[in-house]
């Protein structure tokens, strides 16, 4: 317990330290614009990729457990749409993103710190965490909202075409089904945890990969352990949001 409160603590000073005689501010525009094209960009193969088969399997998945002629068969565009927009696209996409993003940026960070990069920039009198640091998790908070508003698109596109390709639901009946009962708060509850699981990820990941301490060994452990903790987080924060947002 006090192995954890202590790492938290140092986590936690690490956050502050960010923002603790940060560089200029014309330093960091071109920084998170990078970070961003890194992040974002270079992650929507995988995104688009996961996004779409979970919600064409979801769709499936639901038409094949409506036994009763009772119930319509819009349901099942109702049942992938809440299911993308409230869980499906924030928190897997998530967890993909932390073991591409997390894992990248632990190692790169870790890197940086054995061959002595960070050192030297401290020599220079350079805030190392506000300018190594502080752009990734800006490009996080700017992409990952993005990335999980596409994912939750592709999804129920990728329900639509699993369901109209395999004949399980009508194209009108699926179609009806997204537009019935739709909730805009759903769709703020899965932003605010798009932007609350991208800082969790980028800041766990960084922390991890800048008190790497040892070889290249010890580089691979640092990645292992920001994918860990950051998927760990997500889904903590997951159901706190989940429970704040229904109480």
Known sequence: MIKW????????IFISSMFVKRERFGVYPKLVIDECVIIGLDSIVIVSIVATFIGAVSSIQTAANLVSDFIPLSVVGTVVRDMEILELAPTITCVVLAGKVGSSIAGNLGTMRITEQIDALE???????SYLVLPKIIAALITFPLLISMAGFLGIWGGYMSAVLTDAVPGEDYVLGIRTGFQTSNVT????KSVVFSFLISSISAFQGFFTRGGALEVGKSSTNAVTNSCIATLIADYLLAQLFLS
């Open 189 to 192: 509850l899965a932003l605010l």
């Open 5 to 12: 409160l202590r790492y938290l603590g140092k986590y936690f």
């Open 123 to 129: 020599v220079m009198g350079i805030n190392s965490a």
